[in-house]
């Protein structure tokens, strides 16, 4: 840390994450990014699911054969800068003696289990605030702690789908079958895991008093569609997607320019916006077309005028298209690709990209934090973990345990930095 | 009223539209003592957006300015005045943290910007919300949610492979990029409480996205491949088929989980086939397993689907409206709903709680603020001004 910057927000606090998957994981990054020590205890031998064998999970060089494939997963390591991580199986009884005094040395406790599953083993709030009274414990489950939903299971794309959102994101006049699937509440989610335990260790900071949060990633992303939500409250209305149109702007829209597959979006907020539009594109007719005259008309006759806009903009690079109209002052946005992400000179000037080094991956550049706190040291400490790599450290300078002590862990299977292949091969 | 985790902190929100005033609601609503600053006269840009009962515009009955504003009191103030920027730094000495979402040459040039800020009060947080951030080529560009969703690389990924990049639903970034600032600022909060140290805190909404609503940018650079629009990113079945009364979202790429759903669908024999026993043959014989599929969920209803696959620990989903949303047992069973009780629209349902404490409560109370109606109240009561100034304020125009 440089000398004149102040220490990050969360030095001297320490956190356990036994999240897996996506929105847990890098909740506990964004800890780690704000300065807290955080520990990850990934479960041993059984591998959790975004280091196992499977599609679409971006091995270093392409290649899912090289050795330790699982800690070469873009899939796993995009999630998991700035912690220490250590192996152990809490199902065993020497595991779990072992976890509870890692929670007792602890601030903070993170899982994002399928509710139900943390009292099963033996790691509910009732059972780890008797090992550390004053600990923050954050639950992140699909759908919330109890209800008749307890012991449901989902990824983000089905909770994508329970909130409505799944729906509301298609192209017009279609229905959800033809919409792809992503994992919007997982995004939602880390982030408010991260605002909820900031709040309960503020809280503690002036009253030492820990607690328990229950956070249903459902609960956390509906009020993202407030306002959708209150207009079926208050007018009946249930939204119908609307792919790239608005419900009352135009023009509004995704086009394409000029190559392959090259798309901007263009969106007209304001009659300034309007003309301008109009006169950079030098197609001044537009602005003395009846039929554009005002914003009803431009809405109503949207197909003939999204038409004419996209004559323009196949001329042209999106890029081009881009600083173009954002010089005359209309909201316009070439749609970026990972390999236009990498070029993007604004995120070079902002420093954005961080080149880390990886023992098993190699060096490459991830994307950043997620905010620029002006008087903090930026730069991400710890390159995502391999499995086990910090088993030495964690337990034998933090727990003080002899080198004997952790081999024995080893030879047991309750720790390791290796999956057998018996484990590892079945998906 | 019990203890709420945050009943020690005060905010300035300084914001116009959605992100800021998300940030400052989630603060509001665990506790912080929020004041509003809307512009004089207009109010904040939200209260001219809808929805508005029975589609009739009226600035003291947004729908989507009451979502993002009750637990908040509110003034108006115009900040570009001399008195209005002094009313700002007197507000400023005794908070915590402001909230603000102008261009980032516009505070500066009233004499306003971080530096000026900072020394009526160094302790305090200044969250600046934009579509960039404060620095970098792009940092004066206009930009709607969908324009920033497109520069993330995630818009590009969504949608069919023919057709355009789809964004998402209207307004969702901004809500992201609200709650990541409110993380961001009780990070700051912190190096201010304990150390004493405010600062400013640059959330570029973009960055807030590509490092969170996407994990692809480090595929390309792991394996050189660039993502396309597609499909099945992650094996068979993907996305939400149809039944008997619905949709129902799968995600099921790997062979446990495969199995899992034949089991549910009384069909061990499926998973047994050579067409469908690895994920690779899954993908290539896609269509050929969902019409036996989709006979199947023709012959239940979403709610049997849900059951009997949950059943089988299958992660799946119905696709909800918010009417049955209102009436789904679990979100009734934990009472997720509120209510706000608003002077112009009366009782509405709200949603509720983004995360529940054991210790100290969410709270729905207060409705969003209407037009300047805590001037008094903050004017007089808490800055010292007498009732005939205030008088002369409003007299200029300037509250």
């Not at chain 1, 991956?361 to 620029?372: C, N, T, V």
């Not at chain 2, 947004?62 to 115009?78: E, M, P, Q, V």
């Not at chain 2, 516009?106 to 600046?128: I, R």
């Not at chain 2, 404060?134 to 497109?150: H, I, L, M, R, W």
Request: charged share 20%.
């Amino acid at each position: 840390m440089s000398g004149s910057k102040p220490a990050l927000p969360l030095e001297g606090v320490r956190v356990i994450d036994m999240t897996e998957v996506w929105a847990g994981p890098l909740a506990g990054s964004l800890l780690g990014d704000l300065g807290a020590m955080v520990i990850k205890v990934e479960s041993f031998p059984r591998p959790s699911l975004t280091r196992l064998k499977g599609l679409s999970i971006g091995y270093s060089d392409n290649d899912p054969n090289a050795p330790r494939p699982w800690d070469r997963a873009a899939l796993h390591n995009m999630a998991n800068r700035n912690k220490y991580g250590v192996t152990l199986n809490i199902r065993h009884h020497r595991g779990m003696e072992i976890f509870s005094k890692l929670v007792g040395i602890s601030d903070v406790l993170a899982e994002s289990f399928t509710a139900g599953t943390a009292t099963r083993l033996g790691v509910d709030y009732p059972v780890i605030s008797e090992m550390k009274p004053d600990i923050v414990m954050l639950s992140m489950s699909g759908w919330g702690e109890d209800g008749p939903y307890k012991g449901y299971a989902a990824l983000g794309s089905a909770l994508d789908g329970f909130t409505g959102h799944h729906a509301m994101r298609g192209y017009p006049d279609t229905d959800p079958s033809t919409t792809p699937n992503v994992q919007h509440t997982d995004a939602a989610g880390s982030v408010a895991a991260v605002f909820a335990v900031l709040t309960a260790l503020h809280y503690r900071r002036q009253t030492g008093k820990g607690q328990w949060i229950d956070m249903s990633q459902v609960e956390s992303f509906l009020p993202h569609l407030g306002g959708a939500f209150m207009d079926y409250v208050m007018n009946g209305r249930t939204p119908e997607p609307l792919g790239n149109r608005h419900q009352y702007l135009a023009p509004y829209g995704c086009y394409r320019c000029r190559g392959d597959d090259n798309w901007v979006v263009i969106n007209v907020t304001c009659e300034e916006e309007w003309l301008a539009l109009c006169n950079v594109t030098e197609h001044p007719e537009w602005a003395e077309d009846p039929r554009y005259a005002d914003p009803v008309g431009r809405h109503r006759n949207q197909d003939a005028l999204d038409e004419a806009i996209q004559g323009w903009t196949l001329q042209r690079d999106k890029m081009e298209v881009m600083q173009l109209l954002q010089q005359a002052g209309v909201p316009a946005q070439a749609v970026l690709d990972d390999v236009d992400l990498y070029d993007d000179p604004h995120l070079k000037a902002r420093g954005f990209f961080q080149k880390l080094r990886h023992s098993a991956a190699g060096e490459h550049d991830y994307p950043g934090l997620l905010w620029k706190l002006t008087k903090a040291d930026q730069s991400v400490r710890l390159s995502p973990n391999t499995l086990g790599e910090h088993n030495d450290y964690v337990y034998g300078e933090l727990l003080g345990m002899s080198v004997r002590e952790i081999e024995s862990l080893r030879a047991e299977g309750i720790i390791g930095e290796e999956f057998p292949d018996e484990v590892y091969e079945v998906t | 009223m019990a203890d709420q985790a945050l009943s020690d902190v005060r905010v300035l929100d300084l914001s116009n539209n959605i992100a800021g005033a998300y940030c400052t609601r989630l603060l509001a609503d665990y506790g912080a003592d929020v004041i509003k600053i809307e512009p004089p006269f207009h109010g904040d840009p939200s209260r001219r957006t809808g929805p508005f009962p029975n589609d009739l515009p009226d600035p003291e009955k947004s729908g989507l300015f009451i979502h993002l504003n009750g637990n908040k009191r509110g003034i108006t103030l115009d900040i570009a005045s001399s008195a209005g920027g002094q009313i700002l730094k007197d507000l400023v000495n005794r908070s915590d943290i402001l909230v603000e979402t102008f261009t980032p040459s516009y505070l500066p040039s009233l004499g306003l910007g971080y530096g000026d800020l900072e020394s009526v009060n160094p302790k305090l947080v200044m969250t600046s919300i934009t579509p960039f951030g404060q620095t970098g080529p792009y940092s004066n560009y206009k930009s709607t949610d969908v324009g920033v969703f497109a520069m993330s690389g995630r818009m590009y990924v969504h949608g069919l492979p023919d057709q355009a990049p789809l964004p998402y639903a209207p307004d969702v970034i901004w809500y992201q990029v609200g709650t990541t600032a409110a993380a961001a600022t009780m990070g700051a909060l912190f190096t201010s409480r304990v150390q004493g140290i405010g600062q400013q805190v640059d959330v570029s909404a973009l960055e807030a996205l590509i490092g969170n609503v996407d994990n692809r940018p480090l595929f390309y650079a792991y394996t050189g491949v660039k993502t396309p629009r597609q499909r099945w990113p992650g094996g068979i079945p993907q996305g939400a088929y149809p039944c008997r009364d619905g949709y129902v979202v799968f995600g099921v790429g790997y062979d446990l989980y495969f199995r899992r759903l034949c089991d549910a669908m009384s069909r061990p024999d499926i998973y047994q086939d050579p067409r469908w026993a690895t994920i690779q043959a899954r993908t290539e014989n896609a269509e050929e397993f969902e019409a036996i599929f989709i006979g199947w969920l023709m012959e239940h209803s979403k709610g049997e689907v849900f059951q009997l696959c949950q059943a089988q620990r299958v992660m799946c989903a119905p696709v909800l409206s918010f009417e049955e949303m209102m009436q789904d047992p679990q979100l009734v069973a934990r009472s997720f709903f509120a209510e706000t009780d608003h002077p112009n629209i009366g009782r509405l349902p709200t949603t509720g709680a983004p995360f529940r404490m054991s210790q100290t409560p969410w709270q729905t109370g207060r409705p969003a603020p209407l037009l300047g109606e805590h001037n008094s109240t903050v004017l007089c009561d808490e800055l010292g001004y007498s009732r005939e100034e205030t008088a002369r304020l409003r007299a200029h125009g300037v509250i």
